[in-house]
């Protein structure tokens, strides 16, 4: 049996393989309220029956402002937890893991879709003023307010109710979004991050916000899997890094954090990004290492063999996969095959299971 397709435990939750969908934004909640549709059902659905151990959902925001686009989903009301629930349902039943990427996009919510336009959406077409850690503003979007300390408190309250929420709706593991130039990077950061208060200036205080909100999670969900997104380095001198992203998961794995799930960059717009295959493998590996905790690697992880190597260096856990799975939705079964695994297929797929008659 190879380790990709071997189960592995996180706290009581068996997840039946390590090849896992990766966050990808669909942009497609047409309502503009942030309520899931046919289109996630069939997406996240799609990939489930397909034999991914764990399905997860796009960047999901924990109030409105958190989202990143219009378009994007919420978990802040109950319209959108019933209308995730109709998806949770069909990824459980489909022997996948429902998970969900709880996400605050601060000086980056508001913007266009790729295919509505570029920048940030103006006020009176369905756009918001955007804050942040400070009052720096992300290359060609909207300038953001900085935060009042006094906001920050609602914040983790609303980071909270998300991950109720969350349970609720029938999600099973839950990862916060830290990665990416989002808000909680944003803080995280010292290129984004200018604070002269508790929340800026050494890597402790740039960390509180993380902490406190994977603690008020951790604290809501009781024994449920929490992932948290780190980017593992803005790829500019004197920006957020390897070192700092092994010190605060080390943290947030004492906090209550039980795997790290490790990509790069998104902090500033024309980072030069040095991509290939498995080019975060490294990141990966030297977060579990610094840090002891399970990590996940991503990013160019495209075929079974790479997957399986990735995973026998040792040092990491999972792999997630995003464009592949795009591309190829039913990857994992084939994956299987090439590695000589027995996987169960859909009993309707039965039939195109290999070798052929
Ligand atoms: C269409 C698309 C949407 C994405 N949306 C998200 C997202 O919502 N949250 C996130 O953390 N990463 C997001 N990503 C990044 C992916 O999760 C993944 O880390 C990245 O694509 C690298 O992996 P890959 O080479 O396997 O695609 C997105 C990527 C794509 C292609």
Same mark, same amino acid.
């Given at each position: 049996?190879?380790?990709? %397709? ?14 896992w969908v990766s966050p990808m934004c669909m942009y497609s909640c047409e309502n503009q309220v942030g309520v ?27 109030? !409105? ?24 349902? %069909?990824?459980?039943?489909? $022997?996948?893991? @429902? +998970? ?5 996009? #601060? ?13 940030? /959406?103006?006020?009176?077409? $369905? ?8 009052? *720096? ?6 300038? @953001? ?14 980071? *909270? ?9 029938? %999600? ?8 990416? #130039?989002?808000?909680?990077?944003? %803080? ?18 740039? +960390?509180?916000?993380?902490?406190? /909100? ?10 449920? @899997? ?5 980017? +593992?380095?803005?790829?500019?001198? $004197? ?12 943290? +947030? ?18 980072? *030069? ?42 040092? /990491?856990?999972? &792999? ?11 990857? !994992? ?12 297929? !859909? &009993? ?6 290999? !070798?052929?008659?």
């Amino acid at each position: 049996m190879s380790k990709l %397709f071997s189960a592995i435990k996180i706290r009581d939750l068996e997840i039946k393989n390590r090849l896992w969908v990766s966050p990808m934004c669909m942009y497609s909640c047409e309502n503009q309220v942030g309520v899931v549709g046919d289109w996630h059902l069939v997406h996240l659905g799609a990939r489930a029956i397909c034999g991914a151990g764990l399905v997860m959902s796009e960047a999901t925001g924990i109030n !409105p402002e958190g989202r990143i686009s219009p378009w994007c989903p919420g978990i802040w009301n109950s319209e959108q937890v019933e209308a995730w629930s109709r998806i949770t349902k %069909f990824i459980s039943a489909s $022997g996948s893991v @429902p +998970a969900i990427q709880l996400a605050h996009a #601060g000086r980056k919510g508001s913007t266009f879709r790729a295919w509505s336009g570029s920048g940030s /959406v103006p006020l009176d077409q $369905g756009g918001w003023e955007t804050y942040s850690a400070s009052a *720096k503003t992300f290359e060609g979007y909207q300038a @953001p307010r900085e935060l009042e300390l006094s906001e920050l408190s609602v914040l983790i309250a609303d980071f *909270k109710a998300a991950a109720r929420n969350a349970l609720d709706a029938g %999600f099973e593991v839950i990862e916060i979004h830290a990665a990416h #130039g989002y808000l909680l990077h944003q %803080f995280l950061s010292p290129l984004s991050n200018e604070r002269t208060d508790e929340y800026g200036g050494s890597l402790e205080n740039r +960390a509180r916000l993380l902490l406190e /909100v994977v603690r008020a999670v951790r604290e809501e969900i009781g024994n449920t @899997p929490l992932l948290v997104r780190f980017s +593992a380095t803005d790829y500019i001198p $004197g920006g957020w890094d390897q070192e700092q992203t092994n010190q605060v998961a080390a943290w +947030a794995f004492e906090a209550g954090a039980d795997l790290f799930d490790i990509s790069s960059g998104g902090l500033v717009a024309g980072a *030069k990004i040095p991509t290939g295959p498995g080019y975060q493998v490294p990141l990966s590996e030297s977060v579990h290492q610094a840090s002891s905790a399970p990590t996940s690697a991503v990013g160019q992880i495209t075929d079974a063999a790479q997957a399986e190597a990735v995973l026998q260096s040792g040092d /990491v856990e999972v &792999v997630m996969m995003g464009r592949q799975l795009l591309r190829d939705p039913y990857f !994992p079964l084939r994956a299987a095959h090439e590695l000589g695994d027995e996987v169960s297929w !859909p &009993v309707q797929y039965e039939r195109g299971k290999w !070798p052929t008659a």
